[in-house]
Structure formats: structure tokens, C-alpha cells
């Protein structure tokens, strides 16, 4: 490993340990909020919403050390390379938060809102239904940060406009599944059948297994391409 | 060490053609001087050739290795951008430290004597800096990485005179230690005369003029006198421009005069600096190229 190398790995892991610490921070403030406000202790529904912040929080570690990188002599395709060091720290942070969330769950005594749930009952032994959720959760955390990875990609070629028109068109999508929620559930409610194997067969979780590789393997593709054709600005 | 070779790039933006077909090569030590007025595809070269961004056509070759394909080579050249790419939460030391570990050979001793010629606290974060004192940053950073070829663009921004001249002190000492590539992009043409060995102007996106500097000064000349008798004097050489007082004239020659004429008493003889080579040039964009 040469002394760049060795350099840039350690530059990135600060980085995103920075960026970690900030999330953590910001995380525990909204939690705290969001329960002391709600009384209601959903633990489910709160750690869903922190992972989507993780998310779009944890995947700024790809826009800020691009530039600095490429000042101190890195080429596209090592940064593009050290970046899925930062894949693998935002999956492995996403999958603790999971884990919090587990156990959360079970002290709580709240049932799993993980869709793999639903899939106890296609198991008869129960250890293979723990392994699956594992595998399942392992998964699931592989595809949260490659959209994370292909979201942040995007964010940083977009210029400012572009990134004002991407914030905008999140929001419409959002009050446009609010507004027809109703008439887009069936729909949803079909392709996510498809997707989690909900078929009527039973329940079956390699579909979703396969699907969430794929798409995984899919954004970590766009992201690549993405970042290698950034260039600085003029 | 090797060459750096700029061979035929091309770049535009948004159908507005910033480089055409631009070729030059770079030896392995000087100080090269990169001119050209505003727009003019300086700062967008430069980029090109530290990979920073790609061009539409064309290619830079670094020890005949094509730099996009070579991602080890990235490392061996340096381009000082008018561009800020340091983090602006960043420290000065924190940034030092930081390239300091990129670099095997960072000349951290140096980088502490510059911090204390110009006054900068090591303290500071990047973004608080004033713009004089973030270029004073940038080319101390520059200075002391021990890159192959570094490029300079607008080095002297918002730096004032004191300071423009503690950097070309502070450039010498660098390049006497070690010698290397430097090429410098900047609009005080008078100031690096003196430092220059080798002389590009960027007109329109071609290179107008690649010719080291006392050849093309050496061809250049100021005809000054009564109008008449200068006209007469400087009829069939190559003409790049005139000023006229009452009915003095002063006439720039580019290329050799005429030996055949005899200098006449009135008229007098000089030579031309740089800078006003280059208001020249860039008006009236004559092709000189001594390749």
C-alpha cells in the first residue's frame, strides 16, 4: 500500500467518522424530540425515519472529500474506489441502527415492522428464520446505502439548479403519495408483492433477496459511472 | 525525469470553443509562462492537464503514458487552481498535515519558514481567510509538494506588492533547491518576465506562441519616430502594432527588421517588454511559433 493510499483511506475514514458523529448527534436530538413530543415510543417508525436521514446524512461523506482528494494527486478511479470504503461504513452503520431498532423492538415488545416478518411463517425452524433475518437485514442495509451512494453521486454532479429541481420533485412526490395515497396503494401494494414474494404461494423471501442485490448492484452501478464522469467545474 | 506533452486538445462549452487542437510540450525543469486574456482557456488547460477535467478531444502524455489512463501520475503533477478544493472547515495546519501524509517528500520545513514570511496563522480555518491570504495558502501548499510539474493559475490573486514579491523570492529559492516544471498563469506579465524561460500565449483557444523568452523578445522591436520616416523604415517586415503621439510614431516589430535599410538619426531602436509584446500580439494575433 503506498503512502497516498494509505493516506486517502485514512483522510476518507475521518471524514466519515465526522460525518458519522454529526448524524449521531443530530439523530439522538430527533429522537429524543419525537418521543418526548409523541409519548408514544414507536420505536419502528422513528428509527425508519432516522435511517432515511442516515441515509441522505451518512452519503454527504461522498460529495466533501471528492474535491480534496483530487487536489492531492487522486485520480477518479481511486476516489471512485476509497468511496465504496464509504459504501461499506454507511452499510455498516445503517445495519447497527437496524440492530438498535431489533433489539428496541423486542423490550418494547413491539412486533417487527420489518417486512421480514413476514416471512415467519415460511420457515418451520426458527433458527432458520433468525438466520434469514439477518441475511435479510444484511441486505436490505447493502441496498439503503447504495441508494444512498447513488443519491449522493447525483447530488454532487448536479449543479444548483438541478439540485433545487431534484428537492423540489421530492416534495411533490411526497404530497403526491400523501394526496393519492388511496388510489396508488393497490398499485404499490402489487409491485411490492412482486418484490417481497408475497405471491400466492406464500411467502417467500429470496425474491426480495435477488431484487434487493440487484437493485444494490444496479445504483452502485450509476453511482460509479457518475462519479467517474464528474468533473470540476470550469 | 520526463516530459509532459500536450498533444492536439480540444475542449468546448456549451458549443462555445474554449480549446482547439492545442499542442505543446513541457521539459522536465523551467518556468514556463501560460498567457492569454480573460476567457481565454488558461485556467480550463490547466485542468486538462491535471485530469480535473476532460477534454472533448486529444490527449496529455507523461512519460508517453496517456495521464487518464495512469491513475499513479495524477500524483506527480500539481495544479494550483483559482478553485478552492480544500475544505473550508479545514485548518491551515490540518491542510499542511493532511498533504504532508499524500506526499512522501512534503517540505514541511519550508512550508513553516513561508507561514512565517507571510504572517499566515497556522491556526486559521481555510474559510476564514481573506482571498489575499487563501492564494497565500494555495502556493505555499505548491511550493512544497514535491510534484514533477505544478501549475499556477492567477498565483498572485489579491496578493499586494510586498507579497507578489516575497512569492517570486520564495519561487526562485524552491525552484534552485529542487528544480522542477512550474508554468505560470497570470495577467501581470511585467512582474514574471524576468522569472520565464518559456513563453505560451493563448489566443481564441490556439496557441498564438510557444517560444522561450529572449528568443521572442530578441525578435521583437520598438520603431520610434517622426511617423513618416518610421513608416518608411518598417515597410515589409512583420508589423504587430502601432501607438501614435502628434506626429510620432512608435512601431512593433515582430521577426527580423531589414538590414538592407540603414537606421535613420530621428529614428530610435528598443526593444520590446513582455507585457506590451503581448496587448500586441493579442490584438492583432499574428501566428509566431518557432516550432
Known amino acids: 500500500m503506498t503512502t497516498r493510499t494509505r493516506a486517502g483511506i485514512r483522510y476518507y475514514l475521518n471524514y466519515c467518522m465526522k460525518v458519522i458523529a454529526v448524524t449521531c448527534l443530530i439523530l439522538l436530538a430527533l429522537f429524543s424530540g419525537i418521543a418526548y413530543f409523541t409519548h408514544g415510543w414507536k420505536a419502528s417508525g422513528i428509527f425508519g425515519t432516522l435511517q432515511i436521514v442516515v441515509l441522505i446524512l451518512g452519503c454527504q461523506a461522498v460529495g466533501g472529500p471528492y474535491r480534496f482528494l483530487l487536489q492531492n494527486g487522486y485520480s477518479r478511479q481511486q476516489i471512485v474506489r476509497l468511496l465504496i470504503l464509504g459504501f461499506v461504513i454507511d452499510a455498516a452503520f445503517v445495519m447497527s441502527l437496524m440492530t438498535i431498532e431489533l433489539i428496541f423492538d423486542h423490550f418494547m415488545a413491539i412486533t417487527p415492522a420489518t417486512n421480514l416478518a413476514l416471512y415467519k411463517g415460511y420457515f418451520q425452524h426458527s433458527l432458520v428464520f433468525q438466520i434469514t433475518i439477518v441475511l435479510g437485514y444484511f441486505v436490505e442495509t447493502l441496498l439503503y446505502s447504495s441508494i444512498g451512494f447513488l443519491f449522493a453521486s447525483l447530488w454532487v454532479r448536479l449543479s444548483s439548479l438541478g439540485k433545487w429541481l431534484l428537492g423540489i420533485i421530492i416534495v411533490a412526490l411526497i404530497i403526491v403519495f400523501n394526496t393519492l395515497g388511496a388510489t396508488l396503494q393497490p398499485i404499490f401494494a402489487k409491485i411490492m408483492q412482486i418484490l417481497l414474494g408475497l405471491s400466492t404461494t406464500g411467502a417467500n423471501p429470496w425474491p426480495l433477496f435477488a431484487t434487493s442485490i440487484l437493485l444494490t448492484y444496479l445504483c452502485y452501478l450509476g453511482a460509479r459511472q457518475l462519479l467517474l464522469g464528474l468533473q470540476l467545474r470550469r | ?291
Not at chain 2, 493559475?153 to 506588492?161: C, I, M, S
Not at chain 2, 512601431?251 to 527588421?257: A, I, P, R, S, T
Open chain 2, 1 to 291: 525525469m520526463s516530459t509532459l506533452k500536450v498533444e492536439q486538445i480540444s475542449k468546448s462549452f456549451h458549443h462555445h470553443q474554449i480549446l482547439n487542437q492545442v499542442s505543446f510540450e513541457l521539459g522536465a525543469s523551467g518556468i514556463y509562462g501560460l498567457l492569454g486574456r480573460n476567457g481565454m482557456g488558461k485556467s480550463t488547460l490547466f485542468k486538462i492537464m491535471t485530469n480535473q477535467i476532460f477534454a472533448d478531444a486529444g490527449q496529455v502524455k507523461f512519460a508517453n503514458m496517456d495521464i487518464r489512463k495512469q491513475p499513479e501520475l495524477a500524483a506527480r503533477l500539481f495544479l494550483m487552481s483559482e478553485t478552492d478544493l480544500y475544505p473550508n472547515s479545514m485548518r491551515v495546519q490540518q491542510a499542511l498535515d493532511w498533504t504532508n501524509k499524500f506526499y512522501d517528500h512534503f517540505d514541511q520545513v519550508f512550508a513553516t519558514k513561508l507561514l512565517d514570511q507571510f504572517g499566515l496563522a497556522p491556526h486559521q480555518r481555510i474559510g476564514q481567510l481573506s482571498t489575499g491570504y487563501r492564494t497565500i495558502f494555495k502556493l505555499i501548499v505548491a511550493l512544497c509538494v514535491p510534484a514533477d510539474f505544478i501549475f499556477l493559475d492567477e498565483p498572485v490573486l489579491g496578493l499586494d506588492a510586498n507579497y507578489r514579491d516575497l512569492f517570486y523570492q520564495a519561487l526562485i529559492e524552491s525552484y534552485t533547491q529542487r528544480p522542477r516544471t512550474f508554468v505560470i498563469a497570470t495577467h501581470l506579465i511585467g512582474e514574471i518576465e524576468h522569472l520565464i524561460d518559456h513563453v505560451f500565449i493563448l489566443v481564441h483557444g490556439e496557441l498564438l506562441v510557444n517560444q522561450s523568452t529572449e528568443s521572442l523578445l530578441e525578435q521583437s522591436h520598438a520603431v520610434s519616430g517622426p511617423a513618416k520616416v518610421v513608416d518608411d523604415y518598417t515597410e515589409n517586415v512583420r508589423v504587430i502594432g502601432s501607438d501614435r503621439l502628434g506626429g510620432l510614431k512608435v512601431v512593433y516589430v515582430l521577426g527580423d527588421l531589414d538590414e538592407t535599410k540603414i537606421l535613420p538619426d530621428v529614428v530610435k531602436l528598443e526593444k520590446v517588454a513582455l507585457q506590451e509584446l503581448f496587448i500586441h500580439l493579442t490584438t492583432t494575433e499574428v501566428a509566431v511559433n518557432d516550432n
